[in-house]
Every structure is written in structure tokens, then in C-alpha cells.
């Protein structure tokens, strides 16, 4: 029983913050993204009763601690489903930089869901699957489901789940343009003390209607109305990060580089925004008319570049796909 997937890491949009439960990862409330590709995680999983026991490798490396306890958790998720004690063994790998801030746990524990659901024999939808995923990280319910998807919050498997979103936008015509700042970041550390920021209740008061926002605008295709949101709600993100207990800083001097970089860019009349997730590499989002430009600005900030579109959901791949 071996399996294999991909799937896309997600940018967020509208991001989720602190976790009501952090075992469950059920988020205070619901959060939207949208997936970057061809950036992706391919993930190999196999249920096999003659292993010792289960065995994590991710981009080379075996993996223990706590991030082997977040892989194990959708394993046994899906095991439970399945009425299967077998051991498992996973190898992932990605064809980007993680642990950046792009997104890779969302990537990867799509990936890992869906290979094991499959490897597992499981017949689920997308938004089935989802809730597996984000047993190993909220953000990967919508890797699972794929381009513009809503992950809606609430306290059991049924409620927080993902789907996609009706969109009016040429998918065809989004471009993303990556900043990559390669520094180091912790989001779990980060969800942990959410709602100690005393800015965190004033992000629970406005954020409904962000999300109502955002739903309003790409239901109809407002590009700018959609990633202006985008730009926006990063901030309000940062502000609650940085109030808490630890006070994280994730930004670079990089960072605001490109921050000054775009909006002197919307200033010439180029649609770009940024946005960013809890670390210190940068979304711009563009279109396909303007994207040259908007790269050409970025990498001027003395950072390397990645040009991206909109993804597609985690998908089973052939067994020639497998990675070992």
C-alpha cells in the first residue's frame, strides 16, 4: 500500500492566528490563501506491517522531535480511518526553500494526507482530506483543496474544513513574484502565544470583515480590492506577532525594502502589493502584463527572486512519481 502526491504551499491572504486548539489546530476563526505554483511538495507514503516502525525523511533528512509528532498525527489520523496498524515510512522533498515563510508545512502535510489517504485505500473528497491535513498544519487544509480556497473555522472534523472559493479572476493572468529573505522562522511558536498581544482581540474584531472582504472581491475579480486587502491584513498580522510575550520581529531590512520597492511601483501605476506570511520573505503579487517589471524591482532589493502563479489542488500522482 504506497501512495504518492503533491501539492502546492500556500500564500495567505487573509491569515489565521492562534489556534482555539492547538492539538486539533482548530484557528480562532476562518482564513483564506491562495496556492503558488509550480513551487510543490512531492511526498511518498507506504503502510507496510514488516517495518520496525514508522521512519520520517523530509528533503534528505530524517526527521524527529516535534515535527516527526506533527507527521505522526495525520498518519494515525488516517490509520484510524482506514482500521489499519501498519507502519509507515514518508520521504517528501520540495523544490523550495522552507522554513522562509512560503509556505512549506502547508505543502507538505497536503501532500502527506493525500499520499497516505490513497496509500491507505481511503475513497474521501478533497474537503475530507483537508481536515486530515490540518491535523499537521491548519494552512495545509488548503493546499489540499487548491487555488483560492477558505479554510472555515469550528471544533470538530465536520465544521473545519476547506474548500475552494468562487473566483471571477483569470487565474491565468495572477502572477507572483517572490522575495526570497532566507531567514529562519518559528510559526508555531508564534500561534502558541497569539492571544497573549493585546492586539489580538482588536484582529478578532476586524478580521470578519476582511474575510467578507476578500470573498466579495474575488467572487467578482477585483484584482486590486482582493491583494490590497492581502497587503493590509499581513500588517495587521505582523502587529499582533510582534505585541506578544516573545515580541517577533520576522522582518529583515530586505523586507522593507520591497515593501518601499511596490508601493513606489503602484505609485508609476504597476498593480503589485505585498504580502507576507509569519517570516521575513515577500509575496507581490502582479499580473502577467507586469510582471517583469515588478521582478526586476524586487531583485533590486538584493534578494532572489521566484516567479509563481496561482496552483491547482494536491493531487495522486503515478507510481513513477514515487520517491523511493
Not at 503558488?36 to 514508522?54: I, K, M, N, Y
Request: net charge negative; hydrophobic share 45%.
Amino acid at each position: 500500500m504506497k501512495a504518492t502526491a503533491a501539492a502546492h504551499p500556500i500564500q495567505g491572504l487573509v491569515k489565521y492566528h492562534g489556534m482555539r486548539d492547538p492539538v486539533r489546530r482548530f484557528p480562532y476563526h476562518d482564513s483564506i490563501s491562495v496556492c503558488t505554483a509550480p513551487s510543490r511538495t512531492t511526498t511518498t507514503v507506504v503502510f507496510d506491517p514488516d517495518l520496525d516502525g514508522d521512519a520520517y525523511v523530509v528533503d534528505g533528512e530524517p526527521v524527529a522531535g516535534r515535527g516527526a509528532d506533527r507527521i505522526r498525527s495525520v498518519l494515525d489520523r488516517v490509520r484510524e480511518l482506514a482500521d489499519l496498524d501498519a507502519p509507515a515510512r514518508l520521504e517528501s522533498e520540495s523544490t523550495f526553500p522552507t522554513n522562509v515563510g512560503l509556505g512549506s508545512s502547508s505543502s507538505g502535510f497536503a501532500a502527506a494526507a493525500v499520499a497516505a489517504a490513497a496509500a491507505a485505500g481511503l475513497d474521501l473528497s478533497r474537503p475530507e482530506v483537508s481536515a486530515i491535513a490540518r491535523l499537521g498544519s491548519a494552512s495545509a487544509a488548503r493546499a489540499v483543496t487548491g487555488a483560492f480556497s477558505i479554510l472555515y473555522a469550528g471544533m470538530n472534523d465536520d465544521d473545519c474544513r476547506a474548500a475552494r472559493l468562487p473566483s471571477g479572476l483569470d487565474d491565468d493572468d495572477v502572477r507572483i513574484v517572490v522575495g526570497l529573505v532566507p531567514a529562519y522562522k518559528e510559526t508555531e511558536a508564534a500561534h502558541a502565544e497569539a492571544a497573549e498581544s493585546h492586539m489580538f482581540e482588536a484582529r478578532l474584531a476586524h478580521v470578519h470583515g476582511q474575510l467578507a472582504e476578500a470573498k466579495d472581491a474575488l467572487r467578482v475579480g477585483d484584482f486590486d480590492r482582493l491583494f490590497e486587502l492581502a497587503e493590509h491584513d499581513s500588517l495587521s498580522l505582523a502587529t499582533t506577532t510582534m505585541t506578544g510575550p516573545a515580541g517577533w520581529v520576522s522582518w529583515r531590512p530586505e523586507t522593507l525594502a520591497i515593501f518601499r520597492a511596490v508601493r513606489q511601483l503602484r505609485e508609476d501605476g504597476v498593480p503589485a502589493y505585498f504580502s507576507t506570511d509569519t517570516g521575513a520573505s515577500v509575496y507581490v503579487n502582479t499580473t502577467v502584463d507586469h510582471v517583469d517589471a515588478v521582478e526586476s524591482a524586487v531583485a533590486s532589493c538584493g534578494v532572489d527572486t521566484r516567479r509563481w502563479q496561482v496552483g491547482g489542488p494536491a493531487t495522486v500522482l503515478d507510481d513513477s512519481a514515487a520517491l523511493f
